[in-house]
C-alpha cells in the first residue's frame, strides 16, 4: 500500500500553500518570535528550523518574522528597488521573500503557520542585493487587525523595524554597516512586490 502523502511534513518554502486570498491576505511561515535569543532560519533543504546564529546584540525581533512559502527574491523583485534608487544592477538576495507580522498577543514560539495581511514594506539592501521585508497585521488581531496600510501604524513601531532591520547584521567592532535602509512603502507597492516574488519563484523552479 503507497503511503499518504499527508504522512510527509511540507516543506515550508515549497509545500505550504500562500492562502487563495493572495495577495490581499497572506498564509505565511514563522520562523523567530520576539523572545527568541537566537536566530532560526529555514534549511532550505531539508525544510527543517536550523539555528543560524545566536542574536549578538540585546535588540530582539519586534514582530513575528518569516517568509512567505513559493516565493523568492529574483530579478523581477528587485526591479522595484532598481526603479526606487535608480540603478539596474541589484539582484535579489535568493530566498523566500521575508514578512513581519505585528500581533499584540504572545506567541512564544516559531515553525507555525500564520494567516495575516499585508500593509506595507520595508525596502532594504543588503550587500547590494535587494532584501525586502514586508510588514504584515496579524488577521482579526484586537489591536493591529483593523489596519490596511503602514500609514496608519504608530511611527514609533515602524522606527523599531527599520532600527532591528538595519542593526541585526552588524559585526561587533566593525564600523562597515551590512544593512541600507532606503524607503518605506504602502500596502498597493507590498502586494505588487509579493506578486513579483511568486513569479520570480515559478522562473526559480523552471531551472
Not at 503507497?2 to 511534513?9: D, I, L, N
Not at 496579524?138 to 538595519?166: S, W
Amino acid at each position: 500500500m503507497a503511503k499518504s502523502h499527508a504522512a510527509h511534513k511540507a516543506h515550508p518554502w515549497h509545500g505550504i500553500d500562500f492562502g487563495p486570498g493572495c495577495p490581499d491576505e497572506l498564509r505565511v511561515f514563522i520562523e523567530i518570535v520576539p523572545t527568541d535569543t537566537v536566530k532560526y532560519e529555514v534549511d532550505k533543504e531539508s525544510g527543517y528550523l536550523s539555528l543560524d546564529r545566536p542574536q549578538k546584540f540585546s535588540n530582539i525581533v519586534p514582530s513575528l518574522y518569516g517568509f512567505i512559502p513559493r516565493t523568492f527574491c529574483g530579478d523581477k523583485m528587485a526591479a522595484f528597488t532598481n526603479e526606487a534608487i535608480a540603478r539596474y544592477d541589484v539582484a535579489g538576495d535568493g530566498d523566500p521573500l521575508d514578512i513581519c507580522v505585528l500581533t499584540e498577543k504572545d506567541v512564544t514560539h516559531g515553525d507555525i503557520i500564520v494567516n495575516c495581511v499585508p500593509i506595507g514594506g520595508i525596502r532594504l539592501l543588503d550587500n547590494d542585493q535587494a532584501d525586502d521585508k514586508i510588514i504584515a497585521v496579524l488577521k482579526n488581531d484586537a489591536v493591529y487587525g483593523q489596519l490596511t496600510d503602514i500609514e496608519q501604524l504608530p511611527m514609533d513601531i515602524t522606527r523599531r523595524l527599520i532600527h532591528y532591520f538595519t542593526t541585526y547584521k552588524d559585526i561587533p567592532g566593525d564600523s562597515k554597516k551590512r544593512m541600507q535602509f532606503i524607503s518605506l512603502y504602502g500596502a498597493k507597492v507590498a502586494k505588487e512586490i509579493i506578486l513579483a516574488s511568486i513569479e520570480d519563484y515559478k522562473d526559480y523552479m523552471r531551472k
